[in-house]
T-cell receptor, first 114, second 115 residues
Framework: AQSVTQLDSHVSVSEGTPVLLRCNYS??????LFWYVQHPNKGLQLLLK??????LVKGINGFEAEFKKSETSFHLTKPSAHMSDAAEYFC????????????FGAGTRLFVKA | DAGVIQSPRHEVTEMGQEVTLRCKPI?????LFWYRQTMMRGLELLIY????????DSGMPEDRFSAKMPNASFSTLKIQPSEPRDSAVYFC?????????????FGNGTRLTVT
């Protein structure tokens, strides 16, 4: 069975400080992992995806995530938060074998203080 | 690439009325998904299509909900009759199956309010 757990429902950081959004997954085989961002009144936008080519994945807007199989984690980081990063972030695992299945985490709302 | 296009962006209707939400997927994508997002339940998959054929509609809440995909470039989600508890943001997403990790591409959603 597959599952995704986002460990924090809310994260608050100051502008210019690092961002860490945590995600743990459970999958019985090699997962496809993604991070999406949702700004208010918008659809979800892909930030980055894990392709198994490299464990450290770089995405848009300075975000990156590291796939750690031993820890079953795929945490999202950014060295320096910007006010425009305030949004909701979703960790997602996808399976295609036996039918398309996408599991969304519950989301982490990121607040950025000036 | 215009992305996934949904219409209308906002819909306000009275209880009991029929509501039709529309979606145009990205050209060439062979999967289409309908999701519902609420504060209480988060994102819920309602139904998805592969090559215009409904594959899994187990997320459709009731018989009041129906979805069609008459061709590769158009899909509708219909609620008849609508109820206040159907108020939510409805998202359409599309994807292309390949050997790699294909993400979902989301539209901007339709915010439905049923009074």
């Amino acid at each position: 069975a597959q599952s995704v757990t986002q460990l924090d429902s809310h994260v608050s950081v100051s502008e210019g400080t690092p961002v860490l959004l945590r995600c743990n997954y459970s999958s019985s085989y090699s997962p496809s992992l993604f991070w999406y961002v949702q700004h208010p009144n918008k659809g979800l936008q892909l930030l980055l995806k894990y392709t198994s080519a490299a464990t450290l994945v770089k995405g848009i807007n300075g975000f990156e995530a590291e796939f750690k199989k031993s820890e079953t984690s795929f945490h999202l980081t950014k060295p320096s938060a910007h006010m425009s990063d305030a949004a909701e972030y979703f960790c997602v695992v996808t399976r295609r074998a036996g039918g398309f299945k996408t599991i969304f985490g519950a989301g982490t709302r990121l607040f950025v203080k000036a | 690439d215009a992305g996934v296009i949904q219409s209308p962006r906002h819909e306000v209707t009275e209880m009991g009325q029929e509501v039709t939400l529309r979606c145009k997927p990205i050209s060439g994508h062979d999967y289409l998904f309908w999701y519902r997002q609420t504060m209480m339940r988060g994102l819920e998959l309602l139904i998805y299509f592969n090559n215009n054929v409904p594959i899994d509609d187990s997320g459709m809440p009731e018989d009041r909900f129906s979805a069609k995909m008459p061709n590769a470039s158009f899909s509708t989600l219909k609620i008849q009759p609508s109820e206040p508890r159907d108020s939510a943001v409805y998202f359409c997403a599309s994807s292309h199956l390949d050997r790699g990790n294909s993400p979902l591409h989301f539209g901007n959603g339709t915010r439905l309010t049923v009074t």
